[in-house]
């Protein structure tokens, strides 16, 4: 889970517009708020991503669906307030379903540094605060079919990139293999992984947190800062999957 950063409220959504759907909805319960304007809006907020999860929506059949951080059954009043809509996928919106955010402690992901309330170590979510542990038990962050065997996959795909990166930036900087071919591809693989941890991929933080805590991945880059040999880029792809650690 990362912080997102919401797109202004689309026009379309105009003050008239959203009294007149709010109350059709107090009145029907229709869905009003399935408008294009708005759920391409909350995509583009959040990196086409579950603002929960953080798998990627739009793919695999992962639909979007629209989360009201206040639900809409307590707060009908607030079913089409801007600040009020996340994108979510089908699974974390019906696990948090009626659960009461604004009376019991839960993490909103467009106001709040989720860095702030959860951790992770070995893949799996733990929590810093009581937010954090209403979340994680709320969505089951941690379900082993679900979530957790997502992750381990990731970090397992990670931990064999890594392998094969440092053995090649140890012999770089040995002189075995000090040659423009091997120089070229520590900085590919380095910048690829790096690449995985930001914030338009699916599961930025679970990537950016196992690059971070992986010691391996610190001697890579400590290699390729002493030989010289790294580059604005990676650089700046650094201090943004720091930024996204757990």
């Avoid at 809409?72 to 607030?78: A, E, Q, R, V």
């Avoid at 091997?182 to 690829?192: L, P, V």
């Amino acid at each position: 889970m990362i912080k997102i950063t919401k797109k202004p409220c689309p026009n379309i959504l105009s003050p008239e517009l959203k009294d007149q759907l709010t109350k059709d909805f107090i009145a029907t319960e229709k869905s009003v708020w399935k408008i294009k304007d708005i759920e391409i809006t909350l995509l583009e907020s959040s990196h086409y991503k579950c603002v929960y999860c953080e798998c990627k929506l739009m793919e695999e059949s992962k639909f979007m669906e629209i989360d009201h951080y206040y639900n809409k059954d307590n707060y009908p009043d607030l079913v089409l307030d801007w600040d009020n809509l996340l994108p979510s996928c089908k699974r974390c919106n019906g696990r948090k379903s009626d659960y009461d955010t604004k009376n019991y402690p839960f993490i909103n992901p467009s106001e709040m540094d989720p860095r702030e309330h959860l951790t992770m170590r070995s893949f799996k979510y733990y929590p810093k605060t009581e937010n954090g542990k209403m979340t994680i038990r709320k969505l089951l962050l941690n379900d082993i079919r679900k979530m957790l065997t997502v992750r381990f996959d990731i970090c397992k795909a990670i931990q064999f990139q890594v392998d094969e990166l440092v053995e090649k930036a140890e012999r770089y900087q040995n002189g075995i293999q000090k040659t423009t071919n091997n120089k070229n591809k520590i900085i590919s693989i380095t910048t690829n992984l790096l690449y995985e941890a930001q914030p338009e991929s699916a599961y930025a933080a679970t990537v950016a947190t196992e690059l971070m805590n992986s010691i391996d991945f610190r001697t890579v880059l400590g290699i390729i800062k002493d030989e010289n040999i790294g580059n604005v880029e990676i650089d700046t792809l650094f201090k943004s999957t720091e930024m996204l650690a757990l």
